[in-house]
Nanobody, 119 residues
Framework: QAQLVESGGGLVQPGGSLSLSCRGT????????MGWYRQAPGKQREFIATITANGDTNYAGAVKGRFTISRDYSNNTVHLHMSDMKTEDAAVYYC?????????????WGQGTLVTVSA
């Protein structure tokens, strides 16, 4: 069964950088839009960034210019590089894979990885 396996996360100081990775275990992900969401305690899950199968990217305003999403098509992996991090970036980060229009299939979520931003 296809899955998204996340890695990275951990503790970073304000102003620091951290990278997350998410590997899709099936080649089906090559046609999916892949992205990242996050959920802070007491808040709803929010969109962070996506990258389409064609490499088009989209970012939430709160992270634009600080976070970079990229994709390695050779192993169905999406990366999120986070820089100039702020305390409000602390959350559980979830990888997401969304099917393309007209494609019948599930939406996938990773297991989540905790990012803590603290001095």
């Amino acid at each position: 069964q296809a899955q998204l396996v996340e890695s990275g996360g951990g503790l970073v100081q304000p102003g620091g950088s951290l990278s997350l990775s998410c590997r899709g275990t099936s080649n089906v992900f090559s046609i999916y839009t892949m992205g990242w969401y996050r959920q802070a305690p007491g808040k709803q899950r929010e969109f962070i960034a996506t990258i389409t199968a064609n490499g088009d990217t989209n970012y939430a305003g709160a992270v634009k210019g600080r976070f970079t999403i990229s994709r390695d098509y050779s192993n169905n992996t999406v990366h999120l590089h986070m820089s100039d991090m702020k305390t409000e970036d602390a959350a559980v980060y979830y990888c997401n894979a969304d099917k393309p229009p007209g494609f019948v299939g599930p939406v996938y979520w990773g297991q989540g990885t905790l990012v803590t931003v603290s001095a």
